[in-house]
């Protein structure tokens, strides 16, 4: 049984942790799947957005400690979660984490990474990591205190409280509730959106917003002149106009659009 389900759906790309046996909790296996499914949804230009979820009804009870690994040191296994991390935040495209059940320490984080939270009300979450002795891993340091600010962030590291998903979207921690015969709908449709948007400007987009809150206003600026010249060099831009004329939907491609030189601009 694979511990990595894929699939593809209208340029939307589902992956599913499977190993509902443990919750989905990450075992060595499923870290380097991810880690290869991540870097291979990354490369796959028709690929527009997302989905991260569980099976089972649970998203992902964090790292699988039930068997420790005596054979590697610590910092060699937490390359691969870091590789992880950083492939996840690092897609050019929305991500969606799609979480029933448990979302916990690592697995929380995971979640977080993904652009867009859509939860059950049945879901339940938890830093856990000071109650199993350690310190937040998967980008938690760095995710809560810009999602929730400091001292929520202290409250929920330090006390390893678990918060549901009301609570949770009241910290900005999930951005929709849905109920759970209607959450695939939601995120289907969702997911539709996102895939519909023209590639590079949402690439573009996704960018600045990740890296504004560490800049200045004036690297921002900069940054979004930058980003509107690699738009402009796009069909989609002269697409969207075209389309509000002819008062239809757009269709984007990401098609480089500059013209190229000829023996004659010569």
């Not at 209607?182 to 600045?208: E, H, N, S």
Request: charged residues 25%; glycine residues 6%.
């Amino acid at each position: 049984m694979s511990v990595l389900l894929t699939s593809d759906a209208g340029g939307v790309r589902t992956l599913t942790l499977n190993r509902p046996q443990r919750r989905n909790a990450i075992d060595a296996e499923l870290w380097e799947a991810l880690a290869s499914a991540l870097r291979e949804a990354g490369d796959d230009s028709t690929v527009r957005a997302l989905v991260l979820t569980g099976a089972g009804g649970a998203f992902c009870s964090g790292a699988d400690i039930s068997r420790p690994v005596v054979d590697r040191h610590p910092l060699h296994r937490m390359r691969m979660l870091t590789e992880v991390t950083l492939l996840l935040h690092e897609l050019p495209f929305p991500t969606v984490a799609k979480v029933t059940g448990v979302a916990v320490g690592a697995g929380w984080n995971l979640a977080l990474g993904c652009d867009l939270v859509v939860a059950t009300p049945e879901a339940r979450f938890s830093q856990i990591f000071a109650r199993r002795g350690l310190s937040l891993d998967c980008g938690g340091s760095w995710l809560l205190p810009r999602l929730v600010g400091l001292q929520q962030a202290k409250r929920l590291a330090l006390l390893a409280e678990t918060v549901d998903a009301e609570e949770a979207r009241a910290l900005n921690l999930v951005t929709w509730v849905v109920a759970a015969d209607r959450v695939d709908a939601f995120v289907d449709d969702l997911t539709a959106r996102l895939a519909a948007g023209a590639p590079v400007a949402v690439a573009q987009i996704k960018a600045l917003l990740d890296e504004g809150a560490d800049h200045t206003l004036r690297d921002a600026l900069a940054n979004e002149a930058r980003a509107q010249a690699v738009n402009f060099a796009t069909a989609d831009v002269w697409e969207a106009y075209t389309a509000f004329a002819d008062k239809r939907e757009p269709k984007f491609t990401g098609r480089w659009a500059v013209p190229r030189r000829t023996e004659s601009d010569t």
